[in-house]
């Protein structure tokens, strides 16, 4: 096979997993809104989180129809018990079936599924599903990022002064800062992946979350950023590597490229983030 037949080859394969993550989580978002209309049943997992019935039907559902389509492919999931099996495997479905799932209980419509296929240690197709906002974020690598089909651009925001942010305005008000923000236009949203893809879509400028995160919070919407111009890392500028044996991300910055660097300066004295 010629390189140029490779490529080819390669891009359709792209194309037909990121095709089947849309298929499919448009199908099991409309299974999680049918649980939550029958009536929700919370509980709570060892670390205080919260659990449904709907996280973990979604979870199910999705497994078994992924791992049908692609049984070569390893599996990530919040709701699955985690083994070293995934490890080996060159692609991994990794998937939060429910993520803002306290804002799901509460009549939220911004809780979304997200759903990723990681490659070698980089997310090469992700989407993220808001059903009850009736929207849908998709992207491949290479191929851009989209809103319901539509190209979707980060913002080109050059000044924090005024910038919109989606996350607690508390962080910005704590101690821990070299000198105060400026003035933020801060709003609020349940899900990580939504706060990310917000600012993939230009609806935002940035997000920032100095609490830790987990891989199947934001392997989709980094792909999702990336591809729309956005910047994506931990707070001290170091990029997500996925499929690695821990989950754990220590902390969230994503940005419009021009406002990147600076959020990442205001960030570097915070060595440790145990105190915050």
């Not at 993550?21 to 929700?40: E, I, S």
């Not at 704590?174 to 230009?202: F, Q």
């Not at 500028?237 to 406002?259: D, I, Q, R, T, W």
Request: glycine fraction near 8%; include cysteine.
């Amino acid at each position: 096979m010629t390189k140029a037949a490779a490529v080819t080859v390669a891009r359709r394969e792209l194309e037909e997993d990121l095709a089947l993550l849309v298929d499919k989580v448009r199908r099991v978002g409309a299974l999680a809104q049918h649980v939550k209309a029958q009536g929700l049943i919370i509980d709570y997992k060892s670390d205080g989180s919260v659990v449904t019935n709907a996280d973990l039907e979604v979870n199910l559902w999705l497994k078994e129809a992924l791992m049908q389509a692609r049984p070569h492919y390893g599996w990530q999931s919040e709701e699955s018990p985690d083994t070293d099996a995934r490890l080996s495997k060159s692609k991994v479905f990794v998937l939060d079936p429910i993520d803002g799932t306290m804002g799901f209980t509460k009549g939220s419509p911004y809780w979304t599924i997200a759903l990723a296929i990681v490659e070698n240690g980089q997310p090469v197709a992700g989407v993220v599903y808001a059903p009850d906002a009736q929207e849908l974020y998709a992207a491949g690598l290479g191929l851009g990022a989209t809103l319901n089909g539509e190209p979707i651009h980060a913002t080109a925001t050059a000044a924090l002064d005024g910038a919109h942010v989606i996350g607690d305005a508390r962080v910005f008000g704590k101690a821990i800062w070299r000198g105060e923000w400026p003035r933020l236009l801060v709003t609020s949203r349940p899900s990580v992946a939504y706060r990310m893809v917000c600012v993939a879509a230009g609806r935002a400028d940035f997000t920032l979350a100095l609490t830790p995160k987990r891989d199947w919070d934001v392997a989709a919407s980094t792909l999702i950023a990336h591809e729309a111009g956005a910047k994506t890392s931990d707070h001290l500028g170091n990029p997500y590597h996925f499929n690695g044996k821990s989950s754990l991300k220590p902390s969230l910055v994503c940005a419009c490229e021009p406002l990147y660097a600076e959020i990442i300066r205001r960030c570097g004295h915070l060595a440790t983030l145990d105190h915050i």
